[in-house]
Nanobody, 124 residues
Framework: QVRLVASGGGLGQAGGSLTLSCAAS????????LGWFRQAPGKEREFVAAISWTSSDSWYTDSVKGRFVISRDNAKNTIYLHMDRLKPEDTAVYYC?????????????????WGQGTQVTVSS
């Protein structure tokens, strides 16, 4: 069983930066990809970014390209989401997830494991 623990959320200002972390425990053979989703109040959970656990591949949703960077530290079994040039519309609960697909889909239903979520609030 894979367990994911997200941290690093909080209050940020528009134009500022925040970095999220997600520590994974359990057999890494159970997943190929780790990623981040977010869910704003009244909206569906949406894909933000993902990174391969074994290659240099990464993926981003269009609205965060050029502002967010996903990275990983295999030795620590941790992924990070560095969020730069924050916007109020980035406000959401951010969830990390792990999936068994080498090329991830953007549908939350396709991911196998989920962390507990961390709140990010961006003030204007």
């Amino acid at each position: 069983q894979v367990r994911l623990v997200a941290s690093g959320g909080g209050l940020g200002q528009a134009g500022g930066s925040l970095t999220l972390s997600c520590a994974a425990s359990g057999p890494s053979s159970n997943y190929y990809t780790l990623g981040w989703f977010r869910q704003a109040p009244g909206k569906e959970r949406e894909f933000v970014a993902a990174i391969s656990w074994t290659s240099s591949d990464s993926w981003y949703t269009d609205s965060v390209k050029g502002r967010f960077v996903i990275s990983r530290d295999n030795a620590k079994n941790t992924i990070y989401l560095h969020m730069d040039r924050l916007k109020p519309e980035d406000t959401a609960v951010y969830y990390c997830a792990a999936g068994s697909e080498a090329i991830p889909t953007r549908s939350p239903a396709a991911w196998d494991y989920w962390g507990q979520g961390t709140q990010v609030t961006v003030s204007s």
